[in-house]
């Protein structure tokens, strides 16, 4: 029996290894008829592909691309995504045809009179040199010229442009003009009667109305820049709801007109800060929002402005990284907490040019019975914090909210482009209460 079981099984070993053959036989030209086509696709895709030279093409290892077409589509949206926020801020020219996804913005640098004044007035010490109204106001916004030279041999008079259409026309307290006169490149040649030479301010002349003479000022001293400054409140109250305003200036020497190029007051080769600006003090009586100008520069719905808010740093930033969720500790009693607001790293150093950070504060904490006194509880909020530790089910607790705050004062670049000084109340948290 033993022999027959193994005569048995060598020949079913023997009928596998022949049927085993068999098949292989038939398997390999279907592998090799696979491998072919699959050669002749890689030559097609080879002969379509473009050239490269040699030396250029890169070494990465094939472990460290699992997949090529998927790099390749994350490097495409990533370049998309970069072209996307660079197209807001570049105007992009193919041949003749401008194809421009935004306008481009025009470049706007604050006169150094402006950034003085910040300083002055966000410490509470006024310059002396600025008008006695910038200590009362609580908004000031500068315009600059809009005007050109004019090509003439002899610059005799010079115009002035400025728009102020979104000038708010509440509670004005002053206005000014400020021309930058560049000294005088040679010395030698300035004139014994410099005392004598005077600037002339006038309205523009209309078909309707002729110029009007607003002030004259004599010129002191040539060999130095000065900004020449003349308050034009008195005509500016007149004039307060126009859209533009033109003034004209002239210089006069015994009654001679001089050529303002001689006197350091052409437009050429001047710096935006150089040029000439326009300065309105104001006092508004109802409190500005920041929401509001955040408003004006995003568009005009809430979901506009919310996707301003938290998309402005990820066009031009790398994303917030996740802090972990700090475990869970038992509530300490309401108190003033910090809160350090960076708008740098919010993506609005482009258009907020001081403060860049500041600390605002929050309330944070329990109200729980009795009310700590220091919080300033009120009689409503005592008996709503009582009632809630006899049945927290029936009446909710009181919150932990600012009690008193403090304004700051913010110079920025509004979205007309002008520069503006405003000062914005309940900015920073001073103290907390449970309410």
């Known amino acids: 029996m033993n022999v027959l079981a193994l005569f048995f099984g060598c020949c079913a070993l023997l009928c596998m290894h022949l049927v085993s053959q068999a098949l292989g036989l038939e398997t390999k030209p279907r592998v090799m008829s696979s491998a072919a086509n699959h050669g002749a696709k890689i030559s097609r895709i080879r002969a379509s592909a473009p050239r490269i030279p040699a030396g250029t093409m890169p070494t990465h290892s ?155 000022q004599p010129i002191e001293d040539r060999s130095i820049p000065k900004w020449e400054v003349f308050d034009i409140w008195k ?44 300065v309105v003090f104001s006092h508004t009586k109802k409190h500005g929002l920041f929401y509001n100008e955040i408003k004006a520069r995003s568009g005009h719905d809430n979901k506009t402005v919310y996707e301003y808010l938290f998309t402005q740093r990820r066009m031009r930033r790398a994303p917030l990284p996740r802090v972990k969720k700090p475990s869970r500790s038992p509530k ?44 300033e509880p009120t009689n409503h909020a005592i008996i709503q914090t009582l009632m809630n530790s006899m049945d927290s089910h029936l009446t909710p607790p009181t919150c932990c909210v600012p009690t008193r705050l403090s304004p700051i004062s913010i110079l920025y670049i509004d979205s007309a482009n002008n520069v503006v000084y405003k000062q914005y109340e309940d900015m920073v948290v001073e103290s907390c209460g449970c309410r």
Not at 247 to 271: N, V
């Open 62 to 216: 094939a472990a460290h691309t699992p997949s090529g077409l998927a790099a390749r589509t994350g490097v495409k949206a990533v370049l998309s995504a970069h072209q996307r926020a660079s197209a807001k801020r570049s105007v992009k020219v193919k041949g003749k045809a401008e194809e421009k996804e935004t306008p481009r913005q025009p470049v706007v640098t604050p006169h150094d009179y402006m950034v003085s004044l910040y300083w002055s007035l966000s410490t509470g010490q006024v310059n002396r040199s600025a008008m006695h109204e910038a200590g009362m106001a609580n908004t000031i916004t500068s315009f600059v010229d809009k005007g050109q030279d004019e090509h003439v041999p002899l610059l005799r008079r010079q115009r002035y442009y400025f728009n102020i259409s979104s000038l708010e026309k509440e509670g004005l307290l002053g206005a000014e003009l400020r021309i930058l006169r560049k000294p005088f490149i040679d010395p030698r040649r300035i004139p014994a009667t410099e005392s004598r030479t005077s600037l002339r301010l006038y309205t523009c002349a209309t078909s309707k109305q002729r110029a009007m003479l607003l002030q004259s």
């Open 235 to 278: 005509l500016f109250k007149s004039f307060r709801n126009t859209v533009q305003l033109c003034f004209e200036l002239e210089a006069m020497d015994r009654g001679r007109p001089l050529d303002l190029r001689s006197l350091g007051l052409d437009r050429s080769g001047r710096q935006n800060k150089e040029k000439a600006f326009f």
């Open 332 to 375: 300490t009693r309401c108190n003033r907490k910090q809160l350090h607001v960076n708008f740098k790293e919010m993506g609005w150093d482009d258009w907020i040019i001081a403060p860049l950070e500041y600390e605002a504060f929050h309330c944070d904490g329990i109200c729980d019975f009795p009310i700590r006194s220091h919080l």
